[in-house]
């Protein structure tokens, strides 16, 4: 298996009211609407993957669990920044898919159904604790950090959680989310609903 590494930010809103239960429970809790919609952003600032580089390039992860995650037969599907060519569109899609290895890895085989993948302009913006992601007419997100009282200008955070892309997560509230894509549909600006942040970095 061929060795890569990418790290960056991530973010994330779901269709979970605020905690999702997929944190507390270690996935094995019924999301709060009884299905679990999430797109899992990931920017890459620094990565490679057989000698292709991927500095700068965006990709977003859309989830469709009809129960609990920890059950399975979740739907999957890729949007990959329209910046990205075809080599590393693949080197993407392995490394998001879990194929090269790394911690999705660990989630293929709650996976149930690849929907494909889709090429859309992606724009990934921080600033603070307010995080927002764009892909194309797919993907309208943000969530905005719950501050810490004891440090602010820092989240509340949670930590030894079993997610793919960190331990450590951010707490957070989804602000805005919107997902069409791959037969997900969700919309919601009530600001009631979860989201996360944290860096990352991924090596296999």
């Known amino acids: 298996m061929s060795s890569w590494s990418i790290k960056g930010q991530y973010m994330e809103t779901c269709n979970c009211t605020l905690l999702c239960p997929c944190i507390w429970s270690n996935m094995t809790a019924r999301p709060t609407e009884g299905d679990c919609k999430a ?13 292709v580089k991927l500095d700068g390039l965006s990709f977003v992860v859309m989830l469709h669990s009809p129960g609990a995650m920890g059950e399975g037969n979740i739907t999957v599907g890729l949007i990959v920044d329209d910046a990205a060519d075809d080599k590393q569109v693949d080197a993407i899609r392995s490394i998001a898919t879990g194929e090269a290895g790394g911690p999705m890895a660990a989630l293929a085989p709650l996976v149930g159904k690849v929907a494909g993948i889709e090429k859309r302009p992606i724009q990934f913006t921080q600033q603070g604790l307010n995080y927002s992601l764009k892909a194309g007419e797919l993907v309208d997100q943000a969530c905005e950090g719950l501050e810490s009282a004891v440090t602010p200008g820092e989240a509340i955070g949670v930590d030894n959680v079993a997610h793919p892309v960190n331990t450590r997560l951010s707490l957070a509230k989804a602000t805005r989310s919107k997902f069409h894509a791959f037969g997900i549909d969700w919309e919601d600006t009530s600001g009631t609903r979860n989201g996360h942040f944290a860096p990352f970095a991924w090596a296999a």
């Open 39 to 51: 797109a899992v952003a990931m920017r890459i600032e620094q990565g490679q993957k057989d000698g």
